[in-house]
C-alpha cells in the first residue's frame, strides 16, 4: 500500500478527526468525550505548536489515518527519560471502519516510520502506549521497537519503547 502523507488542517479536518478520535475503538486516544469544537481546538494547538505537528495519511488523496509526530525533549515526554539528538515521538490512529483490510494497520505504521526515518535528522524513534494496548505493542514489536520500561505519564501508564533506523530496517527487510 501506498501513502502520502499531508498536515492536518484543523478546521477543514475537524470533523473527520472527531469520527475517528471518538470512536470507541480509539479508546486509547483519550478523547472519547471529546465535542467536535474540542477536537478542532486540539489540533488547532497542535499547528501552532513548532514541538508538534499533526499528519493525515492519505491513500489515492483520501484521508485513512492520523498521525502525530513530537519532540520528546519539549512535549509528551519531559522528564520521563533523557532524551537523545535524533529523537522524535509518535502516534497513530488508524479509524474504525466495517471493511477492515488484512494488514493495513501493519502498513500503517510502516509507512509511518519510513516517513520519520526519511527525515536524516532522526535516529530514533519514540513512542509511549498505553500498557494495556497489546495489539499496539504486538504492531510496535512487529516494525523494530523495543520495549524499554513502564512509565507514569499523567493521563496513563504507558510502555517506553524505542525503534533506531537499524532496527526497522532489519524489522521490515527481514
Known amino acids: 500500500m501506498t501513502f502520502t502523507f499531508r498536515t ?3 478546521l477543514k479536518d475537524g470533523e473527520l478527526l472527531h ?5 470507541p475503538k480509539a479508546a486509547f486516544w483519550m478523547m472519547q468525550d471529546a465535542r467536535p469544537e474540542d477536537v478542532e481546538r486540539a489540533y488547532m494547538e497542535i499547528a501552532a505548536d513548532e514541538h508538534h505537528h499533526a499528519l493525515l495519511g492519505l491513500r489515492d488523496g483520501t484521508p485513512v489515518f492520523l498521525m502525530e509526530k513530537y519532540d520528546p525533549a519539549h512535549r509528551e515526554l ?4 533523557d532524551p537523545r539528538p535524533g529523537d522524535v515521538g509518535m502516534h ?3 479509524p474504525a471502519t466495517d471493511t477492515p483490510v488484512h494488514g493495513f494497520t501493519r502498513s500503517v505504521i510502516t509507512a ?3 516517513h520519520l526515518f526519511a ?18 505493542h504486538a504492531l510496535n514489536e512487529a516494525v523494530g521497537f523495543v520495549a524499554e520500561r513502564e512509565i507514569d505519564k499523567p493521563e496513563k501508564r504507558a510502555l517506553l519503547s524505542f ?9 521490515v527487510t527481514a
Not at 19 to 23: A, E, K, L, Q
Not at 78 to 81: D, F, K, T
Not at 163 to 171: G, L, M, N, W
Request: aromatic residues 8%; contains cysteine.
Open 8 to 10: 492536518v488542517d484543523p
Open 19 to 23: 469520527s475517528w478520535v471518538t470512536h
Open 78 to 81: 519531559v522528564g520521563l527519560y
Open 92 to 94: 497513530f490512529l488508524t
Open 112 to 114: 509511518v516510520l519510513a
Open 119 to 136: 527525515d536524516p535528522a532522526v535516529e530514533r524513534v519514540v513512542v509511549e502506549p498505553d500498557v494495556r494496548n497489546k495489539a499496539v
Open 163 to 171: 525503534c533506531t533506523r537499524e532496527q526497522f530496517e532489519k524489522a
